[in-house]
């Protein structure tokens, strides 16, 4: 049988040893050129291939779906066909491009095939509702040492439901996207009243979301062993944080303003299909979570998950190692959370993780946390130091899954923090 | 000059002397017919009239506008339209159905009205982000004196912004939809491990809403003069809540399951024109707020609030009397709060106010504040008591504000309680 995740795979299309996108990868995004209006696509290598010019081409006729879904600037209706189609493209895709495969005429491959360097990367999907979790028992217990009481950092309770709470949609946008610092309330130390600046504060967070494929009705609940099959794939997250807007804000009713002024994702949806290989068992849950959080098997991945940060006129450092297999919340557990209560859910709908950190000091995935509270120097290559985030300088995330030679990558999210407006 | 909004305005459709739509509202909503598509729509009295048969037979020619907006399940394209279009369809409306024009004849009545009892009323906007606000000082009053310390009450950042939060969009319905009693996590008193469990402290808010009616930049600011031009009406809103799974999931992230199950509109969208007769000034603000959020004039509405509860098989009881007015932060400071650190927005975001409580016992907007915790009993017209929401209650709001003979309604939100699933 054809096993697209054999790392024995290989495409007729060039495929650099490091690359992000090997055959066995087959993301999915949106582009667009100077002459065309955005399509859906994939990528294979340094080559991004339209699906829409697939289909035309008829490569697709095998596959029961409408295909006008890949006229799209959006992968919303693509990815609501299910997994029975979506799946089916991506093997059919894996076959087509495979280096047994003949390579396609050079008519075709000038209508289908395009330089990833010669189109530009759109938002991939239209976010309905955007939840963000905080399902690193490490990252909440940083956060609490910090903030809280050291003895008991974690709330009582975080080890029996995933925490989380609904986001901003509107602000999500694709990596390669500027943002400006925020401005806002903050109450320096010492002083009474709050005074308004730009954030002092700016922060990232590293977190990946998940990204669900289907509705549900009001009323209805997703079990936590279906759960899977609502999410679609992973998309690697930015969560940036104005920790002093924030910390003034958020007591009673949570994060507001420190968070909403701009979330970075990366240009590419990695489906659960492609990371199967890299299943590992999450953290075990001590107390035993509520029957309808109980899961069993491989629920977590084994991603790595890099952060570095580039001055202006530098070079980057490399800040942050984590990986995503640290989280003790399940994507699974997660919707089954959400919808426990009747919540509804929508194709396009983003659920981010919370900020994934690791235990060793080197893993924590935010600024806050390297820098203990602004405590300790986070240093970077060049000589410079930083405790949270300068004007122009870059965040770049990385996000991989690596398997012997086959390295099932998200593409990067970059995002350069521009002085407040 | 004509003045839709003076009292010696008449219809020639009959308005009964207590219809919320006299012609001095002309509300927005969508509705459809078994024989007809979703199409936008106004009413007075019992009747409702359809903006694209209007359009069709040329009584908007004169109105540059693409009057495909109307042909629409939703009214967010009409909205984008912007005011110095949606003004001029009021008021053209207000014209072709003033008593002193002549009837429709007979063949066109027949395709543009409709017996409002003949048809189903829609969910009137695709929401795209929900905020949800905590602008009530006798609501955060009440609930921190309960909660905290009494002599204590609100939190340092109350009366320097409006504490909001970010909502679920997809759990927002329409009027008349059912709503199942939540199951979730709670912590009863006196046990150490939550249960799982139907909430048994189901609640009501009641709270009204404003709809943005176009989109901002990321990075760009409304200031807080400008504000109203991107605000199209109000909308009468139901925000139900589960207190018992809100109490133990909201720390430190804000409410989550205890909210998103389901919150419940009116059908119609009542325009910021329809209720300039009744501004009002709002509470002083002291400590004085920072400059970005300085109003001046009359930035509050007078609108009557009322909340019924109708047990099954029984008559409803008002067991809440509040008002608009009381608010301590206005709408126009909301937005600009809302967009102060970049954040944008989109045409059909909500933005509610949180519960509108008043200073008197029988005008607190929840039944926590009612039952004061859950201490107190609240007594219906036949003789039954609730302290929250029972299974099959219905939950009834009413708005209006009313000006000698002429009565702006906004139509009922009703919402029935069924038992969990």
New interface residues.
Partial sequence: MFEINSPLNNSWIPVAVDSDFPIQNIPFGVFKTQRSEPRCCTRIGDTIIDLAALAENGYFDDIEMDSSVFYSSTLNDFMSCGKSVTSKVREQIALLFNSQNPEFPNQQKSEILYPADEVLMLMPITV??Y??F?SSIEHATNVGKMFRDPENAL?P?WK??P?????????I?VSG?D??R????ILPAGVE????SPSRLMDFELEMAFITNRSTE????IPVENAEEYIFGFTLFNDLS?RD?QK??????????GK???SVISPWIITLEALEPFRVEGPVQV?EV???LKTTGKRNFDINLEVYLQPEDSSPSLICQSNHKYLYWNIAQQLA??T???????SG?MYASGTISGPTENSFGSMLELSWGGKKDIHLADGQTRKFIQDNDTIIMKAYAQNGSVRIGFGDVITKILPA?
Same sequence: chains 1, 2.
């Fill in positions: 309905g509702d939840t963000d905080y709330l309770n029996h439901l925490v989380g709470y609904h986001g901003r949609s509107s602000s946008v996207t943002i400006h925020p401005k806002g309330q009243n709050p005074i308004f009001l009323g209805d609940s104005a807007i003034w804000e958020y007591v009673p009713l949570g994060p507001f303003l909403n002024f701009g107390p509520l029957p309808y959370h959400q426990i209560n009747g919540c509804n859910i929508n709908d407006k």
